[in-house]
């Protein structure tokens, strides 16, 4: 709640419309998209996170807790490589490094935008 006078905080940026505004300023840019969660998950499926090639980013997919990697395969998706889905969860090796410990997993599509 705000108090009187107060302006409402600004609704967040949304991803697609971020990543057609860098397109039309002549950025790539790539698409991560929640596609399944299962047990404990801090986005809801469909959550998107838009990643700009200089690394700017619009939106999340999990809180912060596997960003990077998402981040990093948005990178090569920039550069070329074909789309993917990255799944992490609690039993994945990969999960524990890069902080997924919240007890579900997860699967997040990740391509570039053309």
Request: charged share 20%; glycine share 14%; hydrophobic share 45%.
């Amino acid at each position: 709640m705000t108090r009187p006078g107060t302006p409402a905080p600004a609704a967040p940026p949304d991803p697609l419309l971020a990543a057609r505004d860098w397109q039309d300023g002549g950025h790539r840019c790539a698409i991560a998209t929640v596609l399944h969660t299962w047990g404990s998950a801090p986005r809801p499926v469909g959550s998107k996170l838009a990643v700009r090639d200089d690394g700017e980013m619009v939106g999340s997919v999990s809180g912060g807790c596997i960003e990077g990697a998402v981040v990093d395969a948005a990178m090569r998706a920039m550069a070329g490589a074909p789309p993917q889905v990255l799944e992490f969860g609690v039993a994945d090796e990969t999960a524990w490094a890069v902080g997924l410990a919240c007890g579900g997993r997860i699967a997040v599509y990740v391509e570039a935008l053309h």
